[in-house]
């Protein structure tokens, strides 16, 4: 259970960052595919997976 409880913790930290830096790029004119590599950098970092 504590497997669980961890692996959804740093979910919500992955996607919180995930969104905080997404706004950040979308203001900047961040590149598509730049941004799509820093965002899964973030989930892998985390050790979590995405699923869009």
């Known amino acids: ?4 409880n ?11 960052l995930a969104s905080q830096l997404g706004m950040f ?6 590149p598509k595919d730049l941004w799509d590599k820093l965002e899964a950098t973030i989930y892998d970092f ?3 997976s995405y699923d869009r």
């Open 46 to 48: 985390y050790q979590v």
């Open 1 to 4: 259970m504590d497997k669980l």
């Open 25 to 30: 790029a979308e203001e900047n004119d961040i």
């Open 6 to 16: 961890s692996y959804d913790s740093k979910l919500v930290q992955a996607r919180g």
